[in-house]
């Protein structure tokens, strides 16, 4: 027969298990909403996000149940079976359900990169066929075309040949400092 000390140890495990459950739910939800968030447009990857939300669902509605019972019926449950016996079938399919989404999220994920590496690629071709103004217009401009551009204005800087003070510096002995 078992002791009082047994009964309390697994229903204390029972609720343990529960607990946890509901922790590891708890931080795959965040996951799947940034997914819902990122792929939108991927409807295979939503139709995964939808059956795990509907598993979890069915968990919960079990879970109520089992601890909504009378404590009478709920004692003897913990007594005959354990936690994962009674939740067997929810757990193993909310364990696909979750897999499912990871696999579809990765997927999602690849294909995106797949379609942005093609863009790259289509956009890189564009610019490196195109004439050379989109070049220009697109890039910085080369040290050559800068050069040429800068030639000045006639006139430009004159007015500092003109003063005596550059000129007396220029015709000294100290004009090598410059």
């Not at 795990?52 to 009478?72: C, D, M, N, Q, T």
Request: aromatic content about 12%; charged content about 30%.
């Amino acid at each position: 027969m078992l002791t009082m000390k047994q009964i309390v140890r697994d229903y204390e495990a029972y609720f343990s298990k529960f607990m946890d459950m509901l922790q590891q739910i708890g931080d795959a939800l965040p996951r799947f909403k940034a997914y819902e968030r990122l792929f939108q447009n991927h409807q295979s990857l939503q139709q995964a996000l939808c059956s795990v939300y509907l598993e979890l669902i069915s968990f919960l509605e079990r879970a109520k149940k089992v601890f909504s019972a009378s404590s009478f019926r709920l004692f003897s449950l913990v007594l005959w079976r354990s936690f994962d016996q009674t939740f067997h079938d929810s757990l193993a399919q909310l364990k696909r359900c979750s897999d499912f989404v990871e696999r579809e999220a990765k997927l999602a994920h690849m294909l995106e990169e797949s379609q942005a590496r093609m863009e790259l690629t289509w956009l890189r071709t564009l610019i490196e066929t195109k004439p050379p103004t989109l070049r220009r217009w697109l890039g910085a401009r080369s040290c050559d075309e800068e050069r040429d551009e800068s030639k000045g204005l006639p006139g430009t800087c004159a007015w500092i040949l003109d003063r005596p003070e550059l000129s007396t510096w220029i015709d000294s002995h100290d004009a090598h400092l410059l």
